[in-house]
């Protein structure tokens, strides 16, 4: 298992350093594109490029790129600049999670909107600072949204293959808008089942983090409706095992490692496998405490080690972490039964086991 994490870990900081050198080399074009017009445009989009290059783990561009070397091994250069457009996507979806969520910190700095708040302040004063940051944010992320469309559309792929790829682009963020309305819908509902929390991490996380980037990169390089079946058969349950380890870590992890604050999950409300299941087998006294910290900004660390014990106690931990590896199986048994290249099926079933077990 060492072996494996430090071959990932190794190639995975490898790509990120290529990923994020064509990044910085899109955003200074469109930095100095924007200055053309207006020392305005140039603040938010050299703000759109601080904040997209502060940090992350760039796997949707990755899953791009492997998702090309799955059916090529030729243009290396030219996927790696395409596959640019779902980081630029990831942080248009961020900036604007961020503003629906009161946030204000990510990755350890401001967001977006919050830098534009200051911008404000800075330039025009306190009036209406903070309306004026959210507004200039939003419109920051439809400009994102509209690179990563841009990014796939002048790339230097088959004309008919680039049509297909802005499609499953579409795609992607329409699932994620959907996810978005069910995950709003859910905080407002006063009960949630197991299936609308699957079908939220499908929309939100399995198709945006690792089916459609995979889909992008393979209709980049010819793909059938065959292979495509194959990279959903694989992306969509590894994409759920993704989203509930990631749950696991958010009330489980070390902060250390994941960078999240003990508890956030529990202090934002979030309605994970995790709590469904607690609630489900324990006492009306837990369920108090449960229902009580979730969505309380001022829970303290004592009451969610109770909530985490009584997770553990009812067996919802080991139910999701036997979730994971079974979805995390199912995803490896079917890439490495694909006729897919071996170069990109070794590193799919490399990844997903990296997933499984990840710690931050």
Partial sequence: MRTITADITGLLEQ????????????FDAKIEEASIISKHTRDVVAGAKEYTLRGGK?????????????????????????????????????IHDDIMDEDELRRGRRTFHILCRELCESQFGLNKAHKYGENIAIVGGDLLESYGAEVLATSSFKSEYVQKAL??????VKNVGYGQI???????????????????HHLKTASYTIEGPLHIGALLAGATAADLKLLSDYGTPL????????????????????????????REGKKTLLILHALERCSEAEKAVILTALGNEAVTNDTIEVVRAIVRATGSLDYSRTLVRELTEKAVATISESMFREEAKEFLVKIADFIGRREY
């Fill in 15 to 26: 790509y990120q350093e290529r990923i994020n050198a064509r990044l910085t080399r899109f």
């Fill in 58 to 94: 760039r796997l949707r561009p990755i899953f791009c790129i492997y998702g090309y070397k799955c059916l090529s091994a030729e243009n290396e250069g030219a996927i790696f600049d395409a596959a640019i457009s779902l980081e630029l996507m990831q942080s248009y979806l961020l």
């Fill in 167 to 172: 499609a499953a682009y579409a795609k992607i």
């Fill in 182 to 200: 069910l995950d709003l819908t859910a905080e407002r509902k006063g009960s949630f089942s197991e299936d609308e929390i699957l079908t939220i």
């Fill in 239 to 266: 994409g759920l095992a993704f989203q509930i380890q990631d749950d696991i870590l958010g009330l489980f992890g070390s902060e250390r490692k994941t960078g999240k604050p003990v508890g956030s999950d529990i």
